[in-house]
């Protein structure tokens, strides 16, 4: 049995794919470290079978001072994380983005470890962009994704994006459009802690809808704890079926029931999205780094899975005209499901793993922990 590290930033989108990997090495008879932030504590609690290291770890961006404070804990993550390879010497580091995996990675290239990093989006992510050139192997959630120069190009696998077991359960049925007269489940979802946007359009945007579209909806909307209130009383108002939660537990079960999903496209959501073959109207976050989300919603809508509407011209009479466009047209939603669902890599999971365990062929006689000596 091997022991491998994950280094991953502490939100979902990065450590979402780090868990998959990590449920697949255990599936093969390895364990896995997931070295992060303190944010992440919540996550390890909820996956079992993954211990996990904090690492201390600063961003460089947001002014001198702040830049010159993540400098610092930077420079004393990279310690930590010398320290703790040394001791541990496992037979692979796999960077997963995010500012928090950049003292790992950078201590794993300093003391020769086997590595690779794994980029989410469909744009190479700036922790991801830093390293590139000092790991020089590079696994892909997207078939293209930009930034990545000719070596690293060079050095690319796609393996798509890794999704969590619970979603991959109910990947299995079938896209079922809605008919006239049943209920159309409608799910509204803005990452971990919901969209202020969606917040304050779709209450609107749903009051333009013809009644009776109205009244057949079932809407499962994730809102911030701020609006939370404010939002299920507005549906309420309306005379919608609506569960509006900060956090839904039993997301897999409602995504797989979903007709059509309004949401942002991080790279865990479009691929969650195409693993259960469900269409999606795509609001991309228009201040994620580098676009990232633009890039990503584009990707799936071009293959045929969803629509983007982009946040600068969204307003309630425009999301209420697709939404009326897009429930009336269940051949459309059809075709849209069964082309998100051809866009999903359902071996994601396996091939990385399958990358990751090649990266050390001699990790049985110790090869690499005699380097890191």
């Given amino acids: 049995m091997s022991v491998f590290v994950l280094a991953a930033g502490g939100t ?44 201390r770890a600063g961003q460089l961006a947001g002014g001198p001072v702040r830049a010159a404070f993540g400098l610092a804990e930077l420079a004393i993550g990279i310690v930590q994380a010398r320290r703790r390879l040394r001791l541990l010497k496992p037979a692979a580091i796999v960077g997963f983005g995010g500012y928090s995996s950049v003292p790992t990675m950078l201590a794993a290239a300093q003391l020769g470890f086997p590595a690779m990093i794994h980029e989410q989006n469909a744009v190479l992510g700036r922790a991801n962009r830093l390293l590139a050139a000092r790991i020089g192997r590079i696994a892909t959630g997207f078939a293209e994704t930009a930034g990545l120069g000719p070596a690293a190009r060079a050095c690319s696998v796609h393996t798509g994006n890794p999704v969590r077991p619970a979603i991959r359960a109910v990947a299995g049925p079938g896209y079922v459009a809605p008919e006239a007269g049943a209920p159309i489940e409608l799910l509204i979802i803005g990452g971990s802690q919901g969209a202020r946007i969606f917040a304050e359009i779709v209450p609107p945007a749903l009051a333009l809808l013809p009644p009776a579209l109205r009244a057949a909806l079932r809407v499962s909307q994730q809102a911030r704890p701020e609006d939370r209130a404010a939002v299920a009383a507005q549906l309420r108002g309306l005379g919608i079926a609506a569960e509006v939660e900060s956090f839904f537990t039993d997301m897999p079960s409602r995504l797989a029931r ?46 045929g899975g969803g629509w983007v509407l982009p946040q600068s011209g969204l307003a309630a009479p425009l999301l209420a005209q697709c939404l009326a466009e897009r429930f009336g047209d269940a051949g459309g939603l059809r075709e849209a499901a069964a082309l998100a669902r051809r866009f999903a890599r359902d071996d994601a999971a396996a091939d990385l793993a399958a990358l990751v365990l090649a990266l050390a062929p001699d990790r049985e006689s110790g090869g690499a922990a005699e380097r890191a000596a």
């Fill in 12 to 55: 979902g989108g990065h450590l979402f794919p780090a868990a998959a990997l990590a449920g697949e090495l255990a599936r093969r008879g390895h364990r896995a470290q997931l070295w992060t932030d303190r944010r992440a504590d919540g996550f390890a609690a909820e996956t079992p079978g993954i211990s996990v290291c904090r690492i």
């Fill in 258 to 303: 979903a007709h059509l999903v309004v949401c942002r496209a991080g790279a865990s959501t479009i691929a969650e999205l195409a693993a259960v073959g469900r269409p999606a109207l795509l609001v991309p976050y228009p201040h994620a780094a580098d676009d990232h989300q633009a890039a990503n919603a584009a990707a799936f809508a071009n293959a």
